[in-house]
């Protein structure tokens, strides 16, 4: 695939078996680096409402919220797919309504959506395909379904659950869905799900044998405040952060900053007619006070 070609949901299928890269993230910096750096695909993910507005589950998040950050990350042209998720009931009451939320997330910029769910959501999935509209899908833990699953639990941990997975993820791809994510599942059980697919899998905390891995950008840079095991770490922005304001609010208060590099001034003429200006204003307002008594 050409570096500079957009990536489309064809090429997602055609690297079953090789290793496609995604990253979770929901703004236009950050889009724009994530694709310079090379990722497949950007999600915008429902995690947005928790990283980046502080609330507690996704059921927080909104279509108008993930539709706003989806613009900011198409916004950033990226080469990488964009996929925007559907959050917590736009795509459960009825397949009419699945299919014109999915339209709208298009239209702010997504390349295709995602919604998390197995056999229960089929009918929808088939829905939004018929309408043109690629779909990933998401399985094992399901944020949206965390009341129900009775907490962040791992998925697929006994036989029973593996074999329901695999049968949520054959029912997803006759759907028409062209690549799943697996989510916090026993990685045998993945690995399985993924020799039996025709259409690529996409891990988090799903182990080595998928045909992708996904991570969610806040995790990877340190910002987020629940720290998942299963996110590698490569920096901790957290700190840094930290360090730099610490370090400007320092600055202010012992008056190092700003330095003369970070201001510009007047031309001498200016400043001298600036100060002249100023006496003679002084000098009439004393008279006015004068005049006054
Ligand atoms: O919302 C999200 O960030 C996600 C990823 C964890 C896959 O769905």
Partial sequence: MGRDRKVTVTDFLNMKGGQIVMVATYDY?????????GVDGILIGDSV???LYGFPTTHYATLRDIARHTQAVANAK????VVADMPFM??????REAVKNASKLIRAGADAVKLEGGEEIVDKVEAIVKAGIPVMGHIGLTPQRVLRLGGYRLMGKTAEMGLKLLEDAKALEEAGAFSIVIEFTAAEVAAEIT???????ICIGAGPECDGQILVLHDMVGLSEIEPFFAKKY????????RAVSE???????????GPE????MRREEYERFLKMLESRDEAQREGMHSRC
Avoid: G, W
């Avoid at 990226?78 to 797919?81: N, Y």
């Fill in 248 to 258: 400007y609010v320092q600055d202010v208060k012992q008056r190092r900053f700003p």
């Fill in 29 to 37: 910096i950050t889009a724009k680096l994530c694709d310079q750096a």
């Fill in 78 to 81: 990226p080469r990488a797919l």
């Fill in 90 to 95: 736009s795509y459960e009451a009825s397949r």
């Fill in 262 to 265: 970070h201001y510009r001034k």
């Fill in 235 to 242: 920096i901790n922005l957290r700190e840094q952060i930290l």
């Fill in 195 to 201: 020799r039996r697919l025709r259409i690529p899998t």
């Fill in 49 to 51: 409402i928790m990283n």
